[in-house]
């Protein structure tokens, strides 16, 4: 079975890679073969309403825009199971990972009653996301309902609900005194990542050999 991993993060070795990595570690000792996908290392666009994909007389589900994206949208398709990993800018994903959804989704969602899905199988996922603010600041910006649309989505589109997690109050910088930060303690951050870090990395794993369950019941 293949799992595939995408990171909607800018930074190739970031805080949300990491968790990925973490996710396709679990899979692997779980006996899945992985791939991992930097997704801002491709140069590509999000949909551009062609509606190729709805066409009765074209094939149901191809993208038809060409570019560095379009083979991983076909291994997307072919994948057993698939991880989405992004940070949270301005309350919402990276435009790179909502670039790539557009894409991935909207051209497997057919406006018909008669095609239930073009994947043609139910495909687990995850959704992992990381963010600078503290998950009472995320709940008092009502974060899960502003980016509740995409899990819904990959619900409706892939078959299964998605798994989630959350890694809250991550270090943004490795030296903080070089950077306008006064309203952030970081040593209070790190000592928040000394607790919470490896228990996200042990969630991620988890969420990695789970979806790699999910495929084999």
Known sequence: MKIIA?????????????LLKEALRGAAA???????????SLNYKGCISCFYCKRKDKDHG???VKDDLSPFLTKAKEADALLFGSPIYFLSLT???????E?????????????PSVFGKKIPSAFIYTM????????????PQNIAAQEDF???????????????NTLQFNDYSKYESSVFSESDKKAYQ??????????????????VQGTTK
Not at 30 to 40: F, H, I, K, N, R
Not at 103 to 115: D, G, K, P, V
Not at 154 to 168: E, F, M, N, Q, V
């Open 30 to 40: 779980s006996g899945a073969d992985t791939e991992y996908v930097d997704l801002y």
């Open 95 to 101: 435009s790179g990972m909502h670039a790539f959804l």
């Open 62 to 64: 191809t993208c038809i």
């Open 154 to 168: 990959a619900d409706r589109i892939l078959g299964i609900p998605p798994k989630t997690l959350w890694a809250y």
């Open 103 to 115: 894409r991935l989704f909207f051209s497997n969602y057919i406006y018909s009653t008669e095609i």
């Open 132 to 143: 600078n603010v503290t998950e009472e600041q995320a709940k008092e910006y009502h974060l």
């Open 6 to 18: 995408f990171n909607g993060s800018p930074r190739r070795n970031g805080n949300t890679a990491k």
């Open 194 to 211: 000394e607790k919470a870090g490896p228990i996200c990395l042990k969630e991620a794993y988890d969420i990695g050999q789970s979806l």
